[in-house]
């Protein structure tokens, strides 16, 4: 049985336990053991997003990092020796297949999820096109930081585009390693696909 090889981002009030060869599986908690526990939990809501493809090993701590005050506002920041070795190949490809499914997850629970979502602490209390609003401007602004400049006013599947092809070609020397761009990138677009989900409910 392969484990997942998982590593921490550890700040002051803030864990992420963060999936490493699973773009977008990422939780955060404000402990160690309540980071892994919080990862482990939405392993099958991930499962789901990666069409049932994940492994069912045990999650490995192959690692920690510090973490940074992006951490702390409730993001992964950092960047760690991994980043030194970025996926290639057809792990590379397999990786970027992975963000494409959280665009795609996300589309479908914004598509089926009402208008108006139930208001409360998680997000401030922004509604659903205001959620679609901030993912898609958010990635514009990142796509710099791994090597590309996106229009304003660009068409949302043009920019998806425009992102793959960039992560596919595997630029080096970036603010943003191919890496941790596509862990970065899936784990906005899931977060905000579940935070949805669980306001919609």
Request: charged share 30%.
């Amino acid at each position: 049985m392969t484990s997942v090889r998982v590593y921490l981002e550890e700040g002051p009030k803030s864990v992420f336990a963060v999936a490493l060869d699973w773009p977008g599986w990422c939780r955060r908690s404000r402990t160690v053991d309540g980071a892994l526990e919080a990862l482990d939990g939405y392993r099958d809501r991930y499962a789901v997003v990666v069409d049932g493809g994940l492994t069912t090993g045990p999650l490995e701590v192959i690692g920690s990092v510090r973490g940074t005050r992006t951490t702390e506002f409730g993001a992964p920041d950092a960047l760690g020796p991994w980043d030194d070795d970025p996926p290639t190949g057809a792990e590379l490809v397999r990786q970027v297949d992975l963000l494409c499914s959280a665009w795609l997850a996300f589309d479908r629970i914004a598509a089926t999820s009402p208008e108006t979502l139930r208001k409360g602490p998680r997000g401030g209390g922004r509604d659903r096109d205001a959620i679609v609003d901030h993912v898609r401007e958010a990635e514009r602004a990142y796509a710099p930081k791994f090597g590309i400049r996106v229009p304003p006013r660009t068409p949302w599947p043009e920019q998806r585009d425009l992102i793959a092809e960039t992560l596919l070609a595997g630029p080096a020397g970036t603010r943003w390693p191919v890496g941790y761009a596509l862990r970065r990138l899936a784990w906005h677009v899931l977060d905000h696909a579940w935070e949805i989900e669980d306001k919609r409910d």
